[in-house]
């Protein structure tokens, strides 16, 4: 099956600085996701980006789905950024149904 | 539109027993998906319904089913529950292809 591997698995930060995550994909997918899991568990919707980029205040995110990569970038990070993002895809070419394939997600730590 | 919602929020039950887990889609969202996710496992799909058919299936024991109703509200059952059942269960609705959205969740410990 499709192989989702995100980098870093942890990154600590001080407030105020950028990061780059990284999302990997090992075939063709027709849906990507990026989410921030709250600490009560919650998946937060991020973003919706199977291709190209889009922005959202201090997130944007990038899709090159040629090349099978994702990245995720926060700038000037806050301590509420805290928690884990996960990537998650879809592949091309499924008849019905959907499956959602996550990566190991990035720990994020930003402190004050 | 209010978001999805999941109940019970937390549950502990012994091995052995049976549980019920309830997830209610966002408005007009036909397909409803579960998922666990688990310390050692991470995030695993369980099964999609759409219009009240499981249409996709992941790779769990058949102690875990589910069903959906005619008002796509859904519900998954687990049997005989184990140790390793322990986990966050999340369930997802989507209109059409799009995206996913999650609820809450419903913790579940097995003691």
């Known amino acids: 099956g499709i192989q989702v591997e995100q980098s870093p698995p942890d990154l600590i930060l001080q407030e105020g600085a950028n990061s780059t995550l990284r999302c990997n994909f090992s075939?063709?997918?027709?849906?990507l996701q990026w989410f921030h899991q709250n600490p009560w568990g919650q998946l937060i919707n991020l973003f919706y980006?199977?291709?190209g980029t889009k922005q959202n205040g201090r997130l944007s995110a990038t899709t090159v789905a040629t090349e099978r990569y994702s990245l995720l970038y926060i700038s000037s990070s806050q301590t509420t950024d805290s928690g884990v993002y996960f990537c998650?895809?879809?592949?091309?070419?499924?008849?019905?149904?959907?499956?959602?394939?996550f990566g190991k997600g990035t720990t994020l730590s930003v402190s004050s | 539109k209010a978001g999805v919602t999941q109940t019970p929020r937390y549950l502990i039950k012994t091995r052995g027993q049976q549980v019920t887990l309830s997830c209610s889609p966002i408005?007009?969202?036909?397909?409803v998906s579960w998922y666990q996710q688990t310390p050692g496992q991470g995030l695993q799909f369980l099964f999609e319904?759409?219009?009240?058919?499981?249409?996709n299936k992941g790779n769990f024991p058949g102690r875990f089913s589910g069903r959906q109703f005619s008002n796509s509200r859904s519900e998954m059952n687990v049997s005989t529950l184990e140790l390793g059942d322990s986990a966050l269960y999340l369930c997802a609705s989507r209109w059409d292809a799009y995206e996913q959205y999650f609820g809450p969740g419903t913790r579940l410990t097995v003691t």
């Open positions: 408005s007009g969202h036909r397909s």
């Open positions: 998650a895809v879809e592949r091309t070419g499924r008849q019905a149904g959907t499956a959602l394939i």
């Open positions: 075939d063709s997918v027709n849906n």
């Open positions: 319904y759409f219009s009240e058919t499981q249409r």
């Open positions: 980006i199977p291709s």
